[in-house]
T-cell receptor, first 111, second 111 residues
Framework: DAKTTQPPSMDCAEGRAANLPCNHS???????VYWYRQIHSQGPQYIIH???NNETNEMASLIITEDRKSSTLILPHATLRDTAVYYC????????????FGPGTSLSVIP | DGGITQSPKYLFRKEGQNVTLSCEQNLNHDAMYWYRQDPGQGLRLIYYSQIVNDFQKGDIAEGYSVSREKKESFPLTVTSAQKNPTAFYLC??????????FGEGSRLTVL
């Protein structure tokens, strides 16, 4: 089973920030949080990952709570092209073990 | 450019036929994965391989087979034993910092 829980769907107005939550209350100390997104009928795309510090790249920001039991992916200025399913997973970086995806959050960006 | 190539993109099969989906990567990644996705659903793990000549079953391996004779290649065979093979199949490889890189997928339809 997936180690994360996410809301099944969210809406966001175009141009506003999209904040996608993820709960990972059983995360281990050596597990990282990874985010991916999947646009309809395409392969998922890696977005960002982090261990405990907040991370930012050209696509998004990742905020991880101090207890590491939850995180939020932030798309600062959502566009229509950000409409996709977003997946949050946790895993050990050095492990080539199973990587399990949950159902993710379907984000709809509204004009 | 480095990446993962899946072929064919679309495939039609008659009931009772085996079919092999190709997955090739030139990223020099050790680990590779096969996932199945049904309409409106998340990704389910079929098989994964951590190294050449070694692979493990995922959560839904029944009716599928794989081989890993070369680092670059991880073909998936959908056998006639798979009762409901119509689905979108995704192949991925694993970077040593934990990110998965996905191909564009193969859509299999059983007629």
């Amino acid at each position: 089973d997936a180690k994360t829980t996410q809301p099944p769907s969210m809406d966001c107005a175009e141009g506003r920030a999209a904040n996608l939550p993820c709960n990972h209350s059983t995360i281990s100390g050596n597990e990282y949080v990874y985010w991916y997104r999947q646009i309809h009928s395409q392969g998922p795309q890696y977005i960002i990952h982090g261990l405990k510090n907040n991370e930012t790249n050209e696509m998004a920001s990742l905020i991880i709570t101090e207890d590491r039991k939850s995180s939020t992916l932030i798309l600062p200025h959502a566009t229509l092209r950000d409409t996709a399913v977003y997946y949050c997973i946790v895993r050990v970086v050095t492990s080539y073990d199973k990587v399990i995806f949950g159902p993710g959050t379907s984000l709809s960006v509204i004009p | 450019d480095g990446g993962i190539t899946q072929s064919p993109k679309y495939l039609f099969r008659k009931e009772g036929q085996n079919v092999t989906l190709s997955c090739e990567q030139n990223l020099n990644h050790d680990a590779m994965y096969w996932y199945r996705q049904d309409p409106g659903q998340g990704l389910r793990l079929i098989y994964y391989s951590q190294i050449v000549n070694d692979f493990q079953k995922g959560d839904i391996a029944e009716g599928y087979s794989v081989s890993r004779e070369k680092k670059e290649s991880f073909p998936l065979t959908v056998t006639s034993a798979q009762k409901n093979p119509t689905a979108f199949y995704l192949c991925a490889s694993n970077r040593n910092t934990g990110e998965l890189f996905f191909g564009e997928g193969s859509r299999l339809t059983v007629l």
